[in-house]
């Protein structure tokens, strides 16, 4: 069964400063995907992962993926108070087959202070 | 616009009773999904559905059931076999199932019980 942890679950960080998420994973996936989520708000899709070594980057937000360690990290770079949300990644369990089932993780507060 | 419409925002439910959550796209997606988040916690996959007429249940389908009967509506009933439905049900839809594919959020509906 694939499990998903995320930490640390909760971070509180100033303004200006840099800090890594960590997703790990249970079992053999080649996709990973990041979202953002605003209290009381949906999801919205930040990075797609497809393969060993991807990296992606978006303003101050930078994503990457460990096939071999079953590990991806999310980079803030220079926080500010607009980063503020819950994160999460998802893995999809489908390894090799064609459902796109996600599993989540448990995600991380994160808390940008002025 | 394009997007994934929920309603209602809000849903109350009394004891023994069923209620269907709406989701609806119009985004041309094959792929439909619902996920239930509790507080604090990540997404869990109720059900999904890879093509119209068909579907296939997820992680917790149980007390729960979905229909699939146009390509832009993927309705969820909550019955009153859910003993804890009380949670926050996000739909969601990708252009395909076949892995690889973003899955993007409708804003979704919270169920409360009285």
């Known amino acids: 069964e694939l499990k998903v942890e995320q930490n640390p679950l909760f971070l509180s960080m100033q303004e200006g400063k840099n800090y890594t998420i960590y997703c790990n994973y249970s079992?053999?996936?080649?996709?990973l995907y990041w979202y953002r989520q605003d209290p009381g708000k949906s999801l919205e899709s930040l990075f797609v992962?497809?393969?060993?070594?991807a990296v992606k980057q978006e303003g101050r937000l930078m994503a990457s993926l460990d096939t071999k360690a079953r590990l991806s990290t999310l980079h803030i770079t220079a926080a500010v108070h607009d980063l503020s949300a819950t994160y999460f990644c998802a893995v999809d369990g489908s390894y090799g087959g064609a459902t796109n089932k996600l599993i989540f993780g448990t995600g991380t507060l994160l808390a940008v202070q002025p | 616009d394009g997007g994934i419409t929920q309603s209602p925002k809000y849903l109350f439910r009394k004891e023994g009773q069923n209620v269907t959550l709406s989701c609806e796209q119009n985004l041309n997606h094959d792929a439909m999904y619902w996920y239930r988040q509790d507080p604090g916690q990540g997404l869990r996959l109720i059900y999904y559905s890879q093509i119209v007429n068909d579907f296939q249940k997820g992680d917790i389908a149980e007390g729960y059931s979905v229909s699939r009967e146009k390509k832009e509506s993927f309705p969820l009933t909550v019955t009153s076999a859910q003993k804890n439905p009380t949670a926050f049900y996000l739909c969601?839809?990708?252009?395909?199932?076949?892995?690889?594919?973003?899955?993007?959020f409708g804003p979704g509906t919270r169920l409360l019980v009285l």
């Open positions: 992962l497809l393969s060993n070594g």
């Open positions: 079992t053999t996936s080649d996709r």
């Open positions: 969601a839809s990708s252009i395909g199932a076949g892995g690889g594919e973003t899955q993007y």
